[in-house]
């Protein structure tokens, strides 16, 4: 036993898939004593906020530590902030289309630029030729130009307790800094906000715990019901192998997923759990599991040892664990991994097709991509919505495969080297 | 020999089979039009037609042509004409078919219609009052969906002269009209065809209604600015311009594209990136964060307003209780509750993306958030009424003072030993209603109420929320409404009369089974009621009654329909402070359909 492990922990294969899955349970049971709370819980008003820090406004107006820096690029910084180069562009076209000659508006020039446009500007003119979306892409960028050169202090105010009167509370000017590490509130979200805006990473985590519980609860029924028909067909062989055969058969040629479909659909959402989902993408996936094990026992059945045991009396149950299981052990821990993989993957289908858990309850990685999908995350550039979703579903089928690999080359006479 | 001679016969069959097999996708196609459509000459649209086409005739019963024949406030009519077009930006009756305002006689009774002696059909004959009376007489005599209700509101419709007809309304005992905002409503929803062309497809229906309402008349003859030809097939519709419009003599001019084409897209997002590709004109469809393709993707892509809410939200998708289970219907306290303690600003920020103005902007009542619909209560009188909701306090004092309280411990509220649990429903994949339910169900979290979301499919859903005897649902949406000449007398009563209880197939109103005798009064009462301030009383009374009783409550504004334009090609589309009083409905639905007359080639 200790030599296998050794055998199987030298597999180059094994180690990497295994320190992959290793590192994403260790990081899906500490993460949340981090950031503990309901990973479901909508914390974002608006949709997919993009990844980054966020920083309460309100607490920073409020520190007692203000720092004054005297930085040369500010204003620049400033203004290159709030006046990007496609703003420059929808300026000169509305500048043209207002009447200006073309050589008299130069973009590169902030100052001028700036001086001619706030002369020329006005919302009211509608320039001959101009599309609305162009006008009204020029009347956005003028309202975002408003008080650019102001550089006065901001007054804040708060209604006076007794009066109700706006009262001064303290001013701001363009030099006051803060340290983020003084704010009471700072909000990093690695991976932004979802559609429902809930904390993008800590629903990934706590969504491939439960697809991996689903993937392993999917896996081990798959594998468990794919092993004892396996078994019994292949040892008892006769009828009992003609019409386990049969049915293996025959869920061989209906295509599994439709058959996925098919039950989940008519099992109904209300009663879609990810238990009950997990149950029946097990019941639909033991088939291929069947046919290998029992292709295994058939050429295990007329063994000295087995027939030896037949011969003593030993019951059929006990030949079939002490006897024929054992050297199908490792085939069926091969098995197992990959059914758990594919156990995950079909959760993930099914719910992007909107037959998956029902929603209010878990997320699941499936579930993810659903909602990420219906409010078209790939059209709007929202990559964090999907993308890491993707590279888990990567991550841990191709480590669990690795797995695989490493432990075929252990285990298969053919591979061992 | 033999056997050469049948292989040839047997692949003369299968080739048969192939020209028939391929000749089955159902094609239909009117008159000429080019295989290849000249881009600087077509409007494309998206959103509207879902499926293929399967008739043209205005009384099937499902013809499933968005393009030609559309039910909605607004009769979609760039084909078929009404007497009337409605503009829901100030709800006024417009002439379409029609030679100015219609006429009520002194005891309201009748109303007197005058045709526009320019109109005529695409065949070239007027339009005359005998058309007009046919048709509406064709649609009771069949049965057809619209005529089923005719005869509660119209008694008799007749061609008084050439060009003059006389809708006579349906009268109570007391010998006024049933309901004169009905009889107006249908001089804006009937289109009018040809009394000629309705009698030859009778005739060749042998008279059958069923097969009279089957008949798909692709011969079809109409009187609209498109009803010059048309194509169809399962990937596209195309209509073409009548160039001989008689509507020059209203609108000085034809409509701008020759041809107005739909693609029939799969789903929300291939109609999306089509519209960012420049091949979709004009989008009426929910586009989740809508500013991100002028902002980020600097598209030229606008819609009616520049700024949240982006368009005219003429519809409240509303949470309905279920009165047939008795908990909601004996406790107002949880009714209200729940309705306080939902967050609709996360509804508008995360299901809506902001396309819906906030129960502040617009407080919550009867009314949507026109400005006409606006003036018709009193808002101080209701004040007290309104809430803006995550109001999750005021929701527990609410609920403990009703005595509903959590007696075994378990954080869940109960009611005689058992607790308050109820699903929340909607249907599958209507995207930001099901985000909607999401957060009603967060709700219940926060005030001891288990509630769970339950998204059926739609085929499933409308078959159960529209029986009044069903328990299975709790509480559920469904908008239901618009705006038209009847609103929002039509809302009221949507919400509140008592006469659709225990209805079976019930898609006019009150889907959850409320009853209260005052509001059923004033919805008697307002069809009737001409003075302004009676009108603003009454209204403003069916207001109190809904916030007090809480049968429903609204989730959100909506639009009727979305309104997202590309001018890549072109431009000119209505849009607000343009001076033009056209209302954002896609150019195709009422007064709406003027826009195409201002359009212009970005690049002629």
Not at chain 1, 54 to 71: A, E, F, G, P
Not at chain 1, 77 to 99: C, Y
Not at chain 1, 135 to 152: H, I, P, Q, S, T
Not at chain 2, 419 to 444: K, R
């Amino acid at each position: 036993m200790k030599t296998t492990f050794r055998q199987i922990f030298r597999q180059a294969n094994f180690v990497i898939g295994f320190s992959i899955i290793t590192l994403i349970l260790l990081v899906i049971t500490i993460y949340p004593l981090f950031n503990p709370g309901s990973p479901l819980q909508m914390i974002g008003q608006g949709t997919f906020f993009k990844p980054g820090t966020y920083v309460n406004i309100y607490d920073s107006l409020d520190t007692s530590k203000v720092y004054t820096l005297r930085l040369d690029d500010a204003a620049a910084n400033r203004i290159g902030k709030k006046l990007l180069p496609a703003d420059r562009e929808t300026m000169r076209a509305w500048l043209i289309a207002f009447g200006l000659p073309e050589e008299s508006v130069q973009i590169e020039y902030t100052d001028d630029l700036l001086q001619l446009w706030w002369n020329s500007y006005d919302e009211n003119v509608r320039p001959q030729g101009m599309t609305s979306a162009a006008r009204k892409a020029a009347a956005r960028v003028d309202a975002k130009l408003a008080g650019l050169y102001n550089m006065e202090s901001l007054t804040i105010t708060q209604p006076d307790e007794t009066t109700g009167e706006p009262a001064q509370k303290m001013t701001v000017s363009e030099t006051d800094y803060v340290n983020v590490s003084d704010i009471a509130n700072v909000r990093v979200l690695p991976l932004g906000t979802d559609n429902f805006g809930r904390d993008t990473l800590k629903e990934l985590l706590a969504a491939t715990a439960t697809s991996l519980k689903i993937g392993l609860l999917a896996g081990c029924i798959a594998t468990l019901v794919g092993l004892a028909l396996g078994l019994f067909a292949g040892y008892v062989g006769g009828i009992v192998d003609d019409i386990i055969m049969f049915f293996a058969n025959l869920f061989t040629v209906i295509p599994g997923f439709v058959l996925l479909i098919l039950i989940s659909y008519s099992i109904g959402q209300e009663s879609r759990g990810a238990t009950t989902v997990a149950v029946v993408i097990g019941f639909t996936s033991w088939v291929w599991t069947t046919r290998s094990v029992r292709a295994q026992v058939l050429s295990l059945r007329n063994r000295d040892h087995v027939n030896l045991s037949k011969l003593s009396g030993h019951s059929l149950i006990r030949i079939l664990v002490t006897d024929i299981l054992p050297y199908i052990a490792s085939y069926v821990v091969m098995a197992l991994i990959l059914q758990i993989c594919s156990g995950i993957l079909s959760e993930a289908q099914l719910s992007m097709l909107g037959l998956g858990p029902k929603t209010t309850e878990v997320p699941t990685l499936g579930l993810m991509m659903f909602w990420g999908m219906q409010y078209t995350a790939h059209l709007n550039g929202a990559w964090w919505a999907y993308f890491p979703v993707i590279v888990m579903i990567a991550l841990i089928s191709f480590s669990l495969n690795l797995m695989n690999t490493g432990l075929d080359q252990v285990f298969n006479p053919q591979l061992r080297s | 020999m033999k056997r050469k001679f049948s292989s040839a016969v047997l692949a003369a069959l299968m080739a048969l089979c192939l020209v028939l097999g391929t000749a089955s996708f159902a094609v239909a196609e009117s008159a000429a039009i080019p295989s290849e459509l000249p881009r600087n000459e077509t409007l494309y649209f998206a959103g509207q037609q879902w499926g293929s086409v399967v008739g043209w005739s205005i009384f099937m019963d499902s013809a499933n042509n968005a393009m030609a024949i559309a039910e909605a406030a607004s009769r979609r009519i760039p084909v078929n004409e009404t007497l009337y077009m409605y503009n829901l930006l100030d709800g006024k009756v417009i002439p379409l078919l029609a030679d100015g305002d219609y006429q009520w006689n002194d005891d309201q009774t009748e109303i007197t219609v005058k045709i526009n002696p320019a109109a005529h059909f695409s065949d070239g004959t007027p339009v005359k009052a005998t058309d007009v009376a046919y048709t509406y007489d064709t649609h009771i005599k069949y049965q057809t969906a619209n005529g089923v209700n005719f005869p509660e509101y119209i008694a008799e419709v007749s061609a008084l002269d050439e060009y003059t007809v006389v809708f006579k309304a349906a009268l109570n005992d007391s010998g006024a009209a049933k309901n004169p905002l009905e009889v107006v409503n249908q001089l804006l929803q009937i289109y009018i065809w040809p009394q000629s062309y309705i009698e030859k497809l009778e005739e060749r229906n042998n008279y059958d209604a069923a097969a009279f309402k089957l008949d798909t008349a692709e011969d079809f003859i109409a009187s609209g600015p498109y009803a010059g030809g048309f194509y169809a097939d399962d990937q596209k519709v195309i209509l073409a311009r009548d160039d001989n419009y008689w509507g020059v003599a209203i609108f000085g001019s034809l409509p701008a594209p020759k041809y107005l084409a739909h693609n029939i897209y799969p789903d929300n997002p291939a109609g999306q990136v089509a519209l960012a590709a420049g091949e979709v004109d004009v989008c009426q469809q929910f586009i989740a964060d809508v500013q991100l393709l002028w902002e980020e993707q600097d598209l030229p892509i606008s819609t009616y307003i520049d700024e949240p809410p982006y368009g005219i939200c003429v519809s409240t998708p509303s949470a309905f209780y279920n009165f047939n289970n008795p908990i909601l219907a004996n406790n107002v306290a949880i009714r209200k509750a729940i309705a306080l303690a939902v967050d609709y600003d996360q509804i508008n920020a995360n299901a809506m993306t902001y396309q819906s103005p906030t129960f502040v902007q617009s407080p919550r009542s009867l009314m949507i958030p026109t400005d006409g619909e606006q003036a018709m209560y009193d808002h101080e009188a209701v004040k007290d009424l309104q809430w803006i909701g995550n109001d999750i306090e005021g929701a527990n004092k609410l609920l403990d003072e009703a005595g509903i309280v959590d007696t075994n411990g378990d954080g869940i509220r109960d009611i005689d030993g058992k607790n308050l649990s109820f699903n929340a429903v909607c249907p599958n994949g209507w995207t930001d209603w099901m985000a909607s339910m999401e957060i009603v169900a967060a709700a219940g979290k926060g005030i001891g109420i288990e509630i769970t979301t339950l998204f059926p499919e739609w085929s499933e859903v409308q078959n159960v929320f529209t029986d009044g005897t069903q328990t299975s649902y709790d509480i559920f949406m469904y908008a239901g409404d618009g705006a038209g000449p009847t609103y929002p007398w039509q809302r009221v009563r949507q919400r509140m009369s008592s006469e659709f209880i225990g209805r079976t197939g019930n898609w006019s109103g009150n889907w959850g089974q409320y009853s209260n005798p005052r509001a059923d009064e004033i919805i008697q009462l307002i069809p009737s009621v001409t003075d302004p301030d009676e009108l603003k009383a009454l209204y403003t009374e069916a207001v109190e009654i809904y916030l007090t009783d809480v049968p429903s409550f609204a989730l959100m504004y909506r639009p009727q329909l979305f309104y997202t334009v590309n001018e890549s090609v072109w431009t000119g589309y209505p849009e607000q402070g343009d001076g033009y009083n056209i209302p954002p409905t896609d150019l195709t639905d009422g007064y709406g359909i003027a826009g195409l007359y201002h359009l212009e080639l970005v690049n002629p």
